[in-house]
């Protein structure tokens, strides 16, 4: 069963492994309404939210993009960095002023690398995450689209 909320890494991660990672960390700040990423862009950045809210979306032909997710303190924007060809399969745009931690995708990927136990628990976080997003994507987009009653399945 998918988790009803995104893994948070506070809890993912062993506490060496989490300093480890933050050991990585940048501030970043956002203005309310800014494009963080761009879905099919090429994924060199991910952060975690420390302040702020950002709207992860979809694009939809022919339609605004679908907001899929609503994300907020300590969750994980992107996941993309992560896997092959490192190109964002969702768009972000800040709802308020975002306060965040950013990442460098191509250290942490080396450290993945150079670090196997390390490697494990990020792969294992983000794995989780992208299975909660992928849940989270489909609900919204029977919501919007799928006739009345064609939901989850039971």
């Known amino acids: 069963m998918i988790a009803t ?16 990672l933050m050991g990585m960390a940048r501030q970043a700040n956002f203005a309310e309404g800014t494009r963080i990423l761009d879905e099919g862009a090429h994924a060199d950045h991910f952060w975690i939210i420390r302040t702020g809210t950002v709207a992860l979306d979809m694009h939809v032909p022919g339609r605004r993009p679908a907001v899929i997710e609503t994300l907020g303190f300590g969750e994980l924007v992107g996941w993309s960095w992560l896997f092959e060809p490192y190109v964002w399969q969702l768009g972000a745009e800040t709802m308020s002023l975002v306060r965040a931690f950013e990442f460098d995708a191509t250290k942490v990927r080396a450290l993945c690398e150079n670090d196997a136990g390390f490697g494990r628990e990020i792969e294992h976080w983000v794995g989780e995450v992208l299975a909660h997003r992928l849940l989270a994507a489909r609900t919204r987009l029977l919501d919007l689209y799928a006739p009345h009653g064609s939901g989850l399945p039971r």
């Open 5 to 20: 909320t995104t893994p948070r890494m506070a809890q993912a991660l062993s506490p060496v492994h989490r300093a480890q």
